[in-house]
Nanobody, 128 residues
Framework: VQLVESGGGLVQTGGSLRLSCAASGRTFSSYAMGWFRQAPGKEREFVAAITWIGGIAVYADSVKGRFTISRDNAKNTEYLQMNSLKPEDSAVYYC??????????????????????WGQGTQVTVSS
């Protein structure tokens, strides 16, 4: 499985960006998907995840109400709509895929070890 992110860039405070993550493979609909981010000098942190059944979304408190995760199984693509961006949202954003969500159902969505596949990341910079 290959994951390719796109949509990052430079935006002013209060602006919006939409990240996309295109996945290879024919079983995307059976994956749980997530977004993480990593700022310089900081650990990778959970941003959002979406379940493989029902498309239920889970968010970090820091982005709740501002970010929306979604998926289009017909296009093998996951999205992260980011609104009301803040300078502290600046980071490299990574998409991640869990190809065995049933087996991993007791691993929390915010735990990076849940995800087997990772993209290369896309830079998001929010200027103040």
């Amino acid at each position: 499985v290959q994951l390719v992110e796109s949509g990052g860039g430079l935006v002013q405070t209060g602006g919006s960006l939409r990240l996309s993550c295109a996945a290879s493979g024919r079983t995307f609909s059976s994956y749980a998907m997530g977004w993480f981010r990593q700022a310089p000098g900081k650990e990778r942190e959970f941003v959002a995840a979406i379940t493989w059944i029902g498309g239920i979304a889970v968010y970090a408190d820091s982005v709740k109400g501002r970010f929306t995760i979604s998926r289009d199984n017909a296009k093998n693509t996951e999205y992260l709509q980011m609104n009301s961006l803040k300078p502290e949202d600046s980071a490299v954003y990574y998409c991640a895929a869990d190809p065995r969500p049933f087996q991993n159902r007791y691993v929390a969505y915010y735990n990076p070890s849940k995800y087997e596949y990772w993209g290369q990341g896309t830079q998001v910079t929010v200027s103040s």
